[in-house]
């Protein structure tokens, strides 16, 4: 538990009440919110916004209730998107990195003689050093035009009341908290600074600096921007509505006339605009945060028609190579990855992609993992100056979590090393894990809450606070429980693999008789704890040690289906081969379905379960496969797969069905190799018809393990039925 969140509720409520004092009372003095942004080592700025002309400064200091510093006294000025507003900026600057401040507000009535009044006092902190732990917190997507489905008003306030008592260093809002694309068409640049104006009485209950990610329903994208003029305004939108983002919110820049070189980003101008501010990066404590954007390099719709606020078919584009973080970006998220020695690297979008439901369940796909539509391999022709996907960016450079919003519930699922966390609605009254469907593994929790991290020199710790409206609490709903929490850290390895399998064969390669051959793996976790998972492709008749290896991580009671395995999770167009499944639980089942279209437009294929520990073959033992036939209707292949990291041999007898030996060989296997040895029968010298034979299979290989089994194939159907050992 934090150290500003004690068990006791009585801190909190403190707090709580603390924050509710610094709102203005109305009718006696203008009403002035105060959002915090831009915070580095030196500087933070406050932008202001009232409903009437004041003055106003701000005092600050090191020690609560003493301030040797203030700014110097300004004047608002009026709003440019709403009339009877008035808005500032005040640089709070010459601060001593590393340190907590405390700060309060001083404003009167612009012309006026009566005394500055003070408003109630908050605190930040300046960019942490190396070494100090430190908290940030992350909502989802907060939706306040959704109050008819998922959003409370009152339930927003006690959410942001209780990630204000954390006192954390910055607040993330991952998108989606301005939804333009519901409002009403045409557009006008009062509707749109509405939508990013209604969040200001909220967000003024927080004390931290934010920082906001774009969403889909915001409309600030490249094809918006470039639509040509209509009678919705669509032309405008983008402009109007990034303009009052960056008017509102202090957001970073590179080489900002304020912040100097401590974010880096994106450099481009825009015409009606300037910097646009939607992504960038930085490094606090330990850590480096990076905040991507997919929308204003993209020159397709995304997601969200203008104006109608629906997902529908047809207000995005169905070629989703069109949906790009662009060349720049891509290319300054690589440089920023691969230089940064942040021992935690954090990124930051609103979603795989900007679209599409779900988290690893869609991150092979597009520019995001390299895959078509269809699974085939696409990325180097459609990305041909990018060096990796996206994922494979993020894995190879050791992002620790990529956090995602849109999909609007909780989500803890792990690819390659790297964590997908899909963070939960702050107010979502409904408490509903929407599209839940969409997740096909990791563990998935309802709304409502926030995330709070916790990021150390050893670790990183995140936790799913929870907030219930009173009159929904019980026994088992109580705010500001933990409802999930987990560690990432160099001081806590990865639970050690317990158990391992061999799934002999898988394929994604033609056939005979027009067969393409394609493996699908179905793996269940029938234990309570959740089980990581190694998914290590071995192919065939090579050392298997060097395979590709996968990471994941599966509930307890939950399983999964990874189709066309070799392309999906392996990136193959062709290979086949054996397969090796290691995890930290001994409680999984694991088959493989391998199985081609046929001309009449349904299927065939064979199931083969994967061998454990105690299904393998050991030196000393053998086993029988039965029902071994080689004539003009069928033949029969025997596939073999070592399952340690040594070489062995495997001794192969065929037997009739008198129990007279017909032929016999020995046959040598790599460290983890597979092979097929096709018309075994043939291969063992027998030229005449058999059937009803047997296969002997044994290894004198002290140590040796391996997994046997064999398939016969009718010749007229191509149908493979596989034969298991005994």
Known sequence: MSPNRPGSLLPRLLAASSLLLSLPVLGATPTVTQILGQPTDRSITVAARSDAAVELYFE???????????????ATTPDPNLSGFHVAQAVLSGLESNTRYWFRMQSRTAGSSEPFTPSTERTFHTQRAAGNSFVFCVQGDSHPERASSMFSADLYSQTLRAVASEQPDFYVLSGDDFSVDTLPTPYTVASVSGRYTLQLPWLNLL??????????????????????????????????????????????????????????????????????????????????????????????????????????????????????????????????????????KFVFAHHVLGTGRGGIEIADEYEWGGKNADGSPGFASHRPRWSFPIH????????????????????????????????????????????SASYKSGDVLPNSGYLRVTVSSSGVKVEYVREYLPKDESATQKSGTVAFAYTIGSSTPPPPVVANWILPSSARAPGDAGATWTTDLFVANTGSAEATLGLKFLGHNVDGRSGVEKSFT??????????????????????????????????LLVSGQTWTPDSTAGTYGQNVPAFGDSDLIRAGTAKTILGVREDALFRTNLILANATDAALDVDVALLADS????????????????????????????????????????????????????????????????????
């Open 659 to 726: 129990g007279e030996t017909l032929g016999s060989g020995r046959i040598a296997l790599l460290p983890l190799g597979m092979t097929q040895v096709t018309r075994v029968v043939r291969e063992l010298g027998i030229t005449a018809a058999v059937a009803g034979a047997r296969l002997l299979v044994s290894t004198p290989t002290t140590s040796g393990a391996f997994a046997a089994y064999a398939s016969v194939i009718d010749a007229a159907t191509n149908d493979p039925r596989a034969l298991l050992p005994r």
């Open 392 to 435: 494979d960016l993020m894995a190879r450079t050791n992002v620790t979590v990529f956090f995602q919003a849109h999909d609007h519930l909780f989500a803890r699922q792990r690819l390659d090393g790297v964590t997908y966390q899909s963070v939960p609605n702050p107010a979502d009254f409904t408490y509903t894990a929407f599209n």
């Open 207 to 344: 004390s931290s600096p934010l920082f906001l990610v774009t969403g889909n329903h915001e409309q600030t994208s490249l094809f918006n921007y470039n639509q040509a003029p209509d009678s919705t305004n669509a032309d405008k939108v983008a402009t109007w509505a990034q303009n009052a983002r960056n008017l509102y919110y202090p957001l970073p820049a590179p080489n900002d006339a304020v912040t100097g070189t401590f974010y880096s980003g994106n450099a481009t101008s825009l015409p009606g605009i300037g910097l646009l501010r939607d992504y960038y990066a930085f490094r606090w404590g330990d850590a480096l945060f990076v905040v991507i954007d997919p929308y204003w390099s993209s020159p397709a719709q995304v997601d969200n028609g203008l104006g109608n606020g629906h997902d529908t078919p047809n207000d995005k584009t169905s070629d989703k190579w069109l949906i790009t973080h662009g060349d720049a970006q891509y290319e300054w998220l690589k440089t920023t990855l691969e230089k940064s020695d942040a021992k935690w």
């Open 60 to 74: 600050y200091g090191t020690s609560s209730g003493s301030y040797e510093s203030r700014t110097a006294t300004m």
């Open 554 to 587: 599966l509930g307890g009671g939950q399983a999964t289906t990874w189709a066309d395995i070799l392309g999906s999770v392996f990136s193959l167009s062709t290979d086949w081969g054996a397969i090796r499944v290691s995890s930290s639980s001994p409680s």
